[in-house]
């Protein structure tokens, strides 16, 4: 992740002093390119892909730490996929990928496919717990349905969710979610796991999925 990183600072460079301070590429003369092009999407989901994740999730940090607002990036990952892909075959693994993308299509902030089986959401906004909460539920309630209608049976998700402390570099936001799916694997699959602060000496929080019921009247008494 150091080109992510070293555009990431001088972005930063940029938007302090107003020019790039040595850069490896001077970005203010790039054009950025629409979004729907097919360099910035991923051919199977119709999601968009790392290369559009790395500039967006640049874009979005250079943003926060300019602004002085908050910024979350959420990282889901399928459970036993692999198992998927023997059981099932292939063509029904890229079956589960694509109606992954179809179901989250329409979501505020877009989703990137970052690895096989392996997609990022940036929230550039502050989030609470509650609302961290009903958001991962309902990725998991609405992808088990669909994926048991798809394969007869439910496929789980694990998720890592991470806030990003001002001046820090994109990969480590990046490994901090990613140590945080690992938790939520290591626990038992089937969950969600924040992070704060460092890998190895931050705090890691379960945050279990609701039920549908749960979930309805989550927002039921969010909407009062």
């Given at each position: 992740?150091s080109?992510?990183d070293?555009i990431?600072r001088a972005l930063?460079e940029?938007?302090r002093r107003?020019?790039p301070k040595n850069?490896?590429?001077?970005?203010t003369?790039?054009?950025r390119?629409?979004?729907?092009?097919?360099e910035?999407?991923?051919s199977?989901?119709?999601?968009?892909?790392?290369?559009?994740f790395e500039e967006?999730l640049n874009?979005?940090?250079?943003d926060s730490?300019?602004l002085?607002?908050?910024?979350?990036?959420?990282i889901?990952?399928?459970?036993?996929?692999?198992?998927?892909?023997?059981e099932?075959g292939?063509?029904?693994g890229?079956?589960?990928?694509?109606?992954?993308g179809e179901?989250?299509?329409?979501e505020?902030?877009?989703?990137?496919?970052?690895?096989g089986?392996?997609?990022?959401?940036?929230f550039?906004k502050?989030l609470?717990?509650?609302?961290i909460?009903?958001?991962v539920?309902?990725y998991?309630?609405?992808f088990?349905?669909?994926?048991?209608?798809?394969l007869?049976?439910e496929?789980s998700v694990?998720?890592g969710i991470?806030?990003?402390?001002f001046g820090?570099?994109p990969?480590?936001?990046i490994?901090?979610?990613?140590?945080?799916?690992?938790?939520?694997?290591?626990?038992?699959?089937d969950?969600?796991?924040?992070?704060?602060d460092h890998?190895?000496t931050?705090?890691y929080?379960t945050?279990?999925?609701l039920?549908r019921?749960?979930l309805?009247?989550?927002i039921?008494q969010?909407?009062?």
């Amino acid at each position: 992740m150091s080109k992510i990183d070293d555009i990431f600072r001088a972005l930063l460079e940029i938007n302090r002093r107003g020019q790039p301070k040595n850069p490896i590429i001077d970005i203010t003369k790039l054009e950025r390119k629409p979004i729907n092009t097919g360099e910035y999407i991923d051919s199977l989901t119709g999601l968009h892909n790392e290369i559009w994740f790395e500039e967006e999730l640049n874009r979005r940090m250079v943003d926060s730490n300019r602004l002085g607002t908050n910024l979350w990036l959420l990282i889901v990952d399928f459970d036993f996929f692999k198992t998927i892909n023997i059981e099932y075959g292939r063509s029904s693994g890229n079956q589960v990928l694509k109606m992954f993308g179809e179901m989250v299509a329409q979501e505020e902030f877009p989703f990137a496919r970052i690895g096989g089986e392996e997609f990022a959401q940036i929230f550039p906004k502050d989030l609470g717990l509650d609302e961290i909460q009903r958001t991962v539920s309902k990725y998991s309630l609405n992808f088990k349905d669909k994926t048991k209608e798809l394969l007869g049976q439910e496929v789980s998700v694990s998720m890592g969710i991470t806030k990003m402390n001002f001046g820090e570099i994109p990969s480590n936001l990046i490994n901090r979610a990613e140590a945080a799916v690992f938790r939520s694997k290591k626990q038992g699959r089937d969950r969600s796991t924040l992070l704060e602060d460092h890998p190895i000496t931050g705090t890691y929080v379960t945050v279990p999925y609701l039920t549908r019921e749960q979930l309805s009247s989550n927002i039921t008494q969010n909407s009062v």
